[in-house]
């Protein structure tokens, strides 16, 4: 358990979604897709990149320092017309902050909308 800005971590669950491998993409794709291995023209260790990940995590939570601020601070979402889909529905909306417990603040139409789950598209 680990405390941070008031608000005591207990667990957490993280969705990340990395291509690595080169690969030719879709043209539907090709101009908003990239792989590690496409932007480094090198070959890539799967483990080794998994572990610096979780060894980021561990000195960001772990260690105390205050993550919440620098993850706003380099969120692309942020400020950006987006495309919310949740529950075999979908919206438009904009993104406008994340709150302390980390769900994505939307503003459609004139509603504030708090998001904890589903998929959004940056547009």
């Known amino acids: 358990e680990v405390e941070l800005n008031k608000l005591t971590l ?3 669950v993280i969705g990340i ?4 491998s080169k690969q030719e993409f ?3 794709l090709k101009d908003i897709a990239t792989s590690i291995e496409n932007n480094t023209n090198k070959s890539v ?6 572990a610096e990940i979780i060894n980021c995590f561990d000195d960001l939570f772990y260690n105390n320092k205050p993550y919440f601020d620098l993850y706003k601070k380099q969120s692309n ?10 529950s075999n529905t979908s919206y438009q909306a904009k993104a406008i902050d994340i709150d302390e417990n980390g769900c994505l603040i939307v503003q459609k139409d004139n509603e504030i909308i708090k998001l904890s789950s589903g998929e959004i598209s940056i547009r």
């Open 77 to 86: 979402t942020i400020n950006k017309q987006i495309t919310v889909y949740q």
């Open 10 to 12: 207990t667990q957490m």
């Open 45 to 50: 260790n799967r483990n080794k990149i998994i």
């Open 17 to 20: 979604g990395l291509n690595i």
């Open 26 to 28: 879709p043209n539907e």
